[in-house]
């Protein structure tokens, strides 16, 4: 009997569902609500960035009371010595890790793509181990090996040169990063590689090229793409670390998060919310710039198609 | 085929990772079974406190709990938030998908630390975004900053793109064709998606709730910002005493792989090929 009821009912609820004039409104709010709520979470994302901008034009060092606009944070973030020096160990640290991590890690995946597959499965489940590991037992393993490297190198946690004025390096930092971002780029040139036909190779070779010169004029245009990927994904997890960074640099070795960090609930200079402001607008700007030569360079190729060159 | 000879190309990555993955797991657990200065061996004891009274000392087994509390919260909720805006995404007739998508990432540019700050800042009664709507009379005075809800919303606003990244992925490959089959068979559009296309997106979320659960679950950064260091949690356990207890840090690390694994080896159960993974 209920039974009954209940089938009656739900194929009633149906039916009234499935007419036109219902199916139409439904789809109407459907739809509404659906970008609402997409618009209401990107807003919710941005809205930590937008508050930061804010604050880097604020006038005043206390950042919860609002006094008027200002861009003077914007050009005394060059006077302060403190977060100079933070934002140039930032950028070295990014800039030489992506560097080295581009190189190694696709010349890694070369020689990983060219494993047969058990030894290549191995190395891929291998090289996972830094992405999914926690920070903080990265940063802790990787500060006992260079404690252990220490009875060798006594002087492996003291960035160098001594007396710079504004950067200086610090080795176990800067192997820290590598080993972090090295299998972002790994992953992003795997995929590359096995679209390109292996028989090319062969024929660079055939051809009296040394294995070297064949590797970088045949393989590496070819994984262009990748290798660009991976060294963006790099340089991005670089700029934004910090835990690994917090457990290797011993202590005398800031970046921006660790200055951050040790300012956290005291008076911090809003110079440092006008750095990360830039530095946000300008991958804006360059991400536009790339998008619309992109597309620019596709408009030419189908006007190319269409005219029959 | 002369490319296998480049085989051998990939040898130092092998050394390199084995060096600074498996050598250092190893000191951890020798460590863990010591009472050492540092990782200085001499005048070493060996011990199983770290292992037993330390493990189940009250302040670590409440780290314990509030990171799972954290990391299980944030999880949820990102996959509530997360897989939505992506099925939206992938669906959707907006006209370029591929910007929409890069505004997901653009956050990621910007420090975490540093928008997690502005969050804390913003959840004062005494706020700058305040100072600015009163004008216009809307009070944005939440008062939240110190509280566990503080903690969950920077999280979820940190890690929402690394849940949303893997299910658009998964959703996008889908072959539509298989809706269309669904649809044709009589199933309406909920059966269609509880039937087909959330049992064929499953991978996505597999590799979205690892890659929001396991940093929410060892960060400590977030906590102690929005938290005001209110919030024990295991990272904050290992950041304070690494310095003078490397043998019970060591302890806790292995907890944390162990969990890693534990997790991994689950998915990798459900996922046998292995692409779900970025």
Sequence with gaps: MMKSTFTRLSRQLTLFFRRPKVEKVVKVFSSIFKNAFFFLMMFLLYMPIIVIAIQSLNDSMNVNRFEGWTLRWYLEMFEDAELMVAISNTLVTAFLSTLIATVFGTMFAIGIHSLNKKARSRMVFLNQIPILNADVVTGLSLMLIFKVLMNVFPDIFVPFPANALFFRISVTVLLAHVYFSLPYVVLSVLPKLSEIDPNLYDAALDLGSKPFDAVMRVIVPAIKAGIFTGMLMAFTMSIDDFVITFFTSGGNFDNVSMFVYGKVGKLMTPSVYAYNTFLTLSVVVILVIAYVQSARKQKKLLLAHSTGK | ?278
């Design chain 2, 1 to 278: 085929m002369n490319i296998k000879k480049l085989g051998r190309l990939s040898t130092p990555y092998l050394v390199w990772l084995s060096m600074l993955v498996l050598v250092p797991l190893l000191m951890m657990i020798v460590l863990s079974f010591f009472r050492t200065r540092g990782v200085s061996f001499v005048n070493a004891a060996f011990t199983l406190e770290n292992w037993s009274t330390r493990l189940i000392d009250r302040s670590v087994q409440v780290a314990l709990m509030n990171s799972f509390q954290f990391a299980g919260t944030t999880a949820v909720i990102v996959f509530l938030v997360g897989y939505p805006m992506a099925y939206i995404l992938a669906r959707s007739s907006f006209a370029n998908k591929f910007v929409i998508l890069v505004l997901t990432i653009i956050p990621m540019w910007s420090n975490s630390l540093l928008r997690n700050n502005a969050l804390r800042n913003l959840f004062l009664s005494q706020n700058i975004v305040n100072d600015l709507l009163s004008p216009l009379g809307i009070s944005f005075a939440w008062n939240l900053t110190g509280t566990k809800l503080a903690v969950i919303i920077g999280l979820v606003l940190t890690y929402l793109p690394f849940m949303v990244l893997p299910v658009y992925t998964v959703l996008e490959k889908m072959d539509k064709s298989l809706l269309e089959a669904s649809m044709d068979l009589g199933a309406n559009k909920i059966r269609t998606f509880f039937k087909v296309t959330f049992p064929l997106s499953f991978k996505g979320v597999l590799t979205g709730f690892i890659m929001v659960f396991l940093p929410s679950f060892s960060g400590f950064a977030v906590p102690y910002i929005l938290g005001k260091g209110t919030f024990v949690v295991v990272g904050s356990i290992i950041e304070t005493s690494y310095n003078y207890n490397i043998n019970f840090v060591s302890t806790l690390s292995i907890v944390l792989v162990a969990i890693i694994f534990l997790l991994i080896f689950t998915v990798s159960k459900v996922d046998k090929e292995g692409e779900s993974f970025l």
